[in-house]
């Protein structure tokens, strides 16, 4: 059975940071790509990071320069840094696993909040 558990939401003041974990299990996780998603209220879900199984990253423009994507294939996880957040951050965050060679196997994990706010 396939499991991403998502974990590290919460409050944070504008300008502070978080760190979001994904763990991963039931796959292979080197053979999947992971991203970070988030859906604020009202609003489509939106990427937000990706890294592919090789390391390559990529980012929305909104959050270049403050958040980094990275991931652990020893402990199947994958981590979004989000420093300087903005009120505008402020939405439930989802990681999502796509096989490399498969882009139909994906999976998703059920998303933790985050909330930006003074």
């Known amino acids: 059975q396939v499991q991403l558990v998502e974990s590290g939401g919460g409050l944070v003041q504008p300008g502070g940071s978080l760190r979001l974990s994904c763990k991963a299990s039931?796959?292979?996780?080197?053979?999947?790509?992971m991203g970070w998603y988030r859906q604020a209220p009202g609003k489509q879900r939106e990427l937000v990071a990706a890294i592919t199984s090789a390391g390559s990253t990529n980012y929305a423009d909104s959050v270049k320069g403050r958040f980094t994507i990275s991931r652990d294939n020893a402990k199947n996880t994958v981590y979004l840094q989000m420093n300087n957040l903005k009120p505008e951050d402020t939405a439930v965050y989802y990681c999502?696993?796509?096989?490399?060679?498969?882009?139909?196997?994906?999976?998703w994990g059920q998303g933790t909040q985050v909330t930006v706010s003074s």
């Open positions: 999502k696993a796509t096989h490399t060679l498969v882009v139909a196997e994906n999976y």
């Open positions: 039931g796959i292979i996780f080197r053979l999947y790509g």
